[in-house]
């Protein structure tokens, strides 16, 4: 899998990127409001996504988000190639930038 993240651009202004290589295939698989300043991301065992969204790094005066970071877990349940399951997984870390995933889980 191969994951690409983009921020501060609103889902319709994303161009699709082109690949270089005719084997890989880009889609988007989330996008904003679903998942919001993505500075990193991991995929586990079982193909779900988790992304941090930092709300804390560089927090502009007014910024209306979260107050803490979180990392958000992304599942394609159905198989269409779209994360239609979001939960948050972990919420209130400060100036988090980027998260791992263990082999065992």
Not at 9 to 19: D, V, W
Request: a negative charge; zero cysteines.
């Amino acid at each position: 899998m191969l994951v690409l993240v983009t921020s501060l651009l609103q889902a319709e202004e994303i161009k699709t990127p082109r690949s270089l290589d005719d084997r890989v295939k880009i889609e988007l698989f989330a996008s904003e409001p679903d998942i919001v300043t993505v500075t990193g991301l991991t995929v586990d065992q079982q193909n779900r996504v988790y992304v941090v969204e930092s709300h804390t790094h560089f927090r502009p005066e007014n910024y209306q988000g979260p107050k803490a970071d979180r990392i958000r877990l992304l599942q394609d349940t159905t198989g269409d190639g779209h994360a239609d399951r979001i939960q948050t997984f972990y919420e209130g870390s400060t100036e988090t930038m980027n998260v791992a995933a263990h082999p065992d889980g």
